[in-house]
């Protein structure tokens, strides 16, 4: 199961005693307790010529990224980073895993609640709307639109990564289920733009006006209720 997160990361103010020191320096003393804290677990940090794990910055974002490296075929890297969660989760640390393809570990300072962002309503609107429009343009074909809203809208995917021994008769049931949610939730989404659609249509026919100038109406009150600077829902 995938969905890229395509909103802006959250952010986090600081906490007590971060405010008189630099973004950098809070930054750095966060990824040094990080690593403390895997080097005393005896997890091998990554040198010259071994394999190992690193810590790295994200842009705009509080949370660091923990992720194994092998040059080889000595760590085997999803069990050593299954091994950084629990360490780091141990150390009270908040740890989120499997957010990227790339694998690897998202770390936020002691005390701190993971929050992986959301995307906000105006953001869910405003694809709402680029959806709209594209369905609404004269003669395009089901599979057009389709290829069209999948560019403008971009899917979100986030990555899941489980490695718990569960039974085989179990992992089915999850592969089901989850097939069967997304199967359920795409069937809905259509269903409601085809609605949507007519509806838009029956009131441009009553009312004399453009289709289009019906969608741009709709764009500005979407503007007006959800200003920009609403941010990605972290709830």
């Known amino acids: 199961m995938r969905w890229r997160r395509r909103t802006k990361p959250e952010h986090h103010g600081p906490s007590a005693g971060e405010e008189t020191r630099p973004p950098g320096a809070a930054r750095e003393q966060h990824a040094e307790a990080i690593r403390d804290a895997l080097r005393a677990a005896e997890c091998v ?45 141990a150390a009270g640390f908040g740890v989120v895993t499997g957010v990227e393809d790339g694998g690897g570990l998202w770390v936020w300072p002691v005390g701190v609640r993971p929050v992986v962002p959301r995307p906000s309503p105006r953001e869910l609107a405003e694809g709402w ?76 026919d009553a009312t004399g006006q453009e289709r289009a100038a019906i969608v741009q109406r709709l764009a500005l009150a979407v503007e007006n209720m959800l200003p920009s600077d609403a941010g990605s829902s972290a709830g």
């Open 45 to 89: 940090e990554r040198g010259e010529r071994r394999g190992g794990f690193i810590v790295e910055s994200q842009e705009m974002h509080e949370a660091l990224r923990v992720r194994c490296v092998t040059d080889d075929d000595v760590l085997d890297r999803p069990f050593e980073e299954q091994r950084y969660r629990h360490v780091l989760a």
């Open 129 to 204: 709307l680029r959806t709209l429009t594209i369905t609404g343009e004269p003669g395009i074909t089901p599979a057009r639109a389709m290829e069209l809203i999948e560019q403008v809208n971009q899917p979100r995917t986030l990555g899941v990564r489980m490695r718990t021994p569960l039974p085989l008769e179990d992992v089915q049931i999850l592969e089901d289920t989850l097939a069967w949610h997304a199967e359920v939730r795409t069937r809905e989404v259509g269903l409601h733009l085809l609605l949507e659609g007519l509806l838009i249509g029956w009131l441009a």
